[in-house]
């Protein structure tokens, strides 16, 4: 539903950094970052698969829109686990 707010408290804190860091050479603000990600195509269904979880990092593969699998990574921040950038092995 393009909640900016909601999409801020489930991205990790080197995703944000990595997100307003590419906002700033585009001149623009995070929010506007966010906004344009939320108004790109989403995938129609919620499926994933191959969840892995070891330590605070996690990955699952999601259907996209073109239903392709692609990997999407986590991280645990606090209790809390949240949408990351894929770190190296």
Not at 9 to 22: G, P, Y
């Amino acid at each position: 539903n393009k909640d900016i707010a909601m999409l801020k408290r489930v991205l990790a804190k080197d995703a944000l950094a990595f997100l307003t860091e590419i906002a700033q050479v585009d001149k623009k603000t995070l929010d506007d970052q966010l906004k344009a990600l939320a108004d790109k195509p989403q995938a129609a269904t919620a499926e994933t698969r191959n969840e892995k979880i070891k330590g605070d990092r996690a990955s699952l593969e999601y259907l996209d829109e073109n239903g392709k699998w692609k990997t999407m990574d986590f991280s645990k921040e606090g209790n809390d686990w949240k949408i990351d950038l894929p770190k190296g092995p």
